[in-house]
């Protein structure tokens, strides 16, 4: 064979390798690649459980303005040294509960005890000094009546006996002073309560106004809301809100005691200050955040998460004759509950089985089934198993 026609050969060949290899590359990339909204529309049936679905009913949503904040001890005192000196006993701890006038300190008191001596030594000084200038005092007048002396020496022994009460009563104001600070080494509690925090310990020598132990009363809590001017003009003393406490599973219920005056600087808020009733579970410092209604009103009502908006107009998922189906609402006012966020809609039925949002978009025909009951599970479950020839 001649070199040239081996040439012209093999440029044919390479070329309808190319063809080959261009047509296989241009059929892959036509071909389909699966995407989730494929896989989704190859789904013909779901399976849910009973708490999947939420039935569109008829109640009262409390209509108001979201409040949140720590809770807040309405009778709290920290217990400070009057005086100065070694504290030699502190007999109480966090969480013991003490009584109003309850002894809880002391601080050493020998210092003022000798204070107190002193003080009543120079009381009993400046008294004896009164007596001295009173018999002055009552001589000088018996000889003036007698005309021995004169007038002048009477006025000076009045003078005198003026001096010596003066000094008298400032030694019993010192004395008073000193048993003042005896009393104060002894700290009792201001109010019936809780010791929230002890800063302290004995053997520590403390100086006057140093923070010792903090009580609190836990019978009644308050939450400190901040509100913007338009809010708090709605807002009237008595007005109730449902509370959600960190730690609390059930609802606290709270009541409007009291509203600022004045708004705070910076920020224009206004402080409402909600009451709460102390109970088990309740804590100063606890988180609460929750709805203060101001007013209430009876509409059909679905959970806001189940109402979707990923089409045009705002719609819901709703379980009929055992299919989903997308039907057209228009939202209205919203609410917070007890567990979760309720809308009010139109549109709906009254009892329609609303798809939970948490299932996210289903699409509109696919067939629902309901898991049986834990109960018929079980029962199937302990069922024996047929024998062989029974399954034929």
Same mark, same amino acid.
Do not use: C
């Given at each position: 064979?001649?070199?040239?026609?081996?040439?012209?050969?093999?440029?044919?060949?390479?070329?309808?390798?190319?063809?080959?290899?261009?047509?296989?590359?241009?059929?892959?990339?036509?071909?389909?690649?699966?995407?989730?909204?494929? *896989?989704?529309? $190859?789904?013909?049936?779901?399976?849910? +459980?009973?708490?999947? =679905?939420?039935? /569109? !009913?008829? %109640?009262?949503?409390?209509?108001?303005?979201?409040?949140?904040?720590?809770?807040?001890?309405?009778?709290?005192?920290?217990?400070?040294?009057?005086?100065?000196?070694?504290?030699?006993?502190?007999?109480?701890?966090?969480?013991?509960?003490?009584?109003?006038?309850?002894?809880?300190?002391?601080?050493?008191?020998?210092?003022?005890?000798?204070? *107190?001596?002193? $003080?009543?030594?120079?009381?009993?000084? +400046?008294?004896?000094? =009164?007596?001295? /200038? !009173?018999? %002055?005092?009552?001589?000088?007048?018996?000889?003036?009546?007698?005309?021995?002396?004169?007038?002048?020496?009477?006025?000076?022994?009045?003078?005198?006996?003026?001096?010596?009460?003066?000094?008298?009563?400032?030694?019993?104001?010192?004395?008073?002073?000193?048993?003042?600070?005896?009393?104060?080494?002894?700290?009792?509690?201001?109010?019936?309560?809780?010791? $929230?925090?002890?800063?302290?310990?004995?053997?520590?020598?403390?100086?006057?106004? /140093?923070?010792?132990?903090?009580?609190?009363?836990?019978?009644?809590?308050?939450?400190?809301?901040?509100?913007?001017?338009?809010?708090?003009?709605?807002?009237?003393?008595?007005?109730?809100?449902?509370?959600?406490?960190?730690?609390?599973?059930?609802?606290?219920?709270?009541?409007?005691?009291?509203?600022?005056?004045?708004?705070?600087?910076?920020?224009?808020?206004?402080?409402?200050?909600?009451?709460?009733?102390?109970?088990?579970?309740?804590?100063?410092?606890?988180?609460?955040?929750?709805?203060?209604?101001?007013?209430?009103?009876?509409?059909?009502?679905?959970?806001?998460?189940?109402?979707?908006?990923?089409?045009?107009?705002?719609?819901?998922?709703?379980?009929?004759?055992?299919?989903?189906?997308?039907?057209?609402?228009?939202?209205?006012?919203?609410?917070?509950?007890?567990?979760?966020?309720?809308?009010?809609?139109?549109?709906?039925?009254?009892?329609?089985?609303?798809?939970?949002?948490?299932?996210?978009?289903?699409?509109?025909?696919?067939?629902?089934?309901?898991?049986?009951?834990?109960?018929?599970?079980?029962?199937?479950?302990?069922?024996?198993?047929?024998?062989?020839?029974?399954?034929?």
């Amino acid at each position: 064979m001649k070199k040239s026609t081996l040439w012209i050969l093999s440029a044919v060949a390479v070329a309808a390798l190319v063809v080959i290899g261009a047509r296989w590359n241009s059929q892959r990339k036509a071909a389909p690649v699966p995407t989730a909204t494929t *896989v989704a529309t $190859a789904i013909s049936s779901i399976e849910l +459980a009973r708490t999947d =679905v939420f039935t /569109a !009913q008829t %109640q009262n949503l409390s209509l108001g303005i979201a409040v949140s904040g720590p809770l807040k001890a309405t009778q709290s005192a920290v217990v400070k040294a009057r005086v100065a000196g070694e504290l030699q006993e502190l007999s109480v701890r966090e969480g013991d509960r003490v009584q109003a006038g309850q002894v809880i300190a002391r601080i050493d008191p020998s210092e003022y005890q000798a204070r *107190v001596r002193q $003080a009543q030594q120079q009381a009993d000084a +400046a008294k004896a000094q =009164v007596d001295i /200038a !009173q018999r %002055q005092f009552d001589n000088n007048q018996a000889l003036v009546n007698q005309g021995f002396i004169s007038q002048t020496a009477l006025l000076t022994s009045q003078a005198s006996l003026n001096g010596a009460k003066a000094t008298h009563a400032a030694a019993l104001a010192a004395l008073d002073l000193a048993n003042k600070s005896l009393a104060d080494a002894t700290l009792r509690s201001p109010l019936t309560g809780v010791v $929230a925090q002890r800063l302290a310990q004995p053997g520590e020598r403390v100086a006057i106004e /140093a923070r010792l132990v903090e009580v609190i009363n836990l019978s009644q809590l308050e939450l400190e809301a901040a509100l913007t001017a338009e809010d708090a003009s709605r807002v009237r003393v008595g007005m109730t809100a449902q509370l959600q406490v960190e730690g609390v599973a059930e609802p606290v219920s709270a009541k409007v005691l009291r509203i600022n005056p004045s708004a705070q600087m910076g920020s224009r808020s206004i402080v409402v200050y909600l009451g709460i009733n102390g109970r088990e579970g309740l804590r100063q410092g606890l988180f609460a955040q929750g709805n203060l209604g101001t007013q209430t009103m009876q509409v059909l009502a679905v959970p806001v998460s189940s109402v979707r908006t990923d089409k045009p107009q705002p719609y819901v998922q709703v379980v009929q004759e055992g299919q989903v189906r997308h039907i057209t609402v228009q939202p209205g006012v919203r609410s917070e509950g007890d567990r979760q966020s309720l809308v009010a809609v139109t549109g709906v039925s009254e009892g329609a089985q609303v798809l939970a949002g948490s299932l996210g978009a289903v699409r509109e025909g696919v067939q629902v089934q309901f898991t049986a009951p834990a109960k018929s599970a079980q029962t199937s479950a302990a069922a024996p198993a047929l024998p062989a020839s029974a399954a034929k």
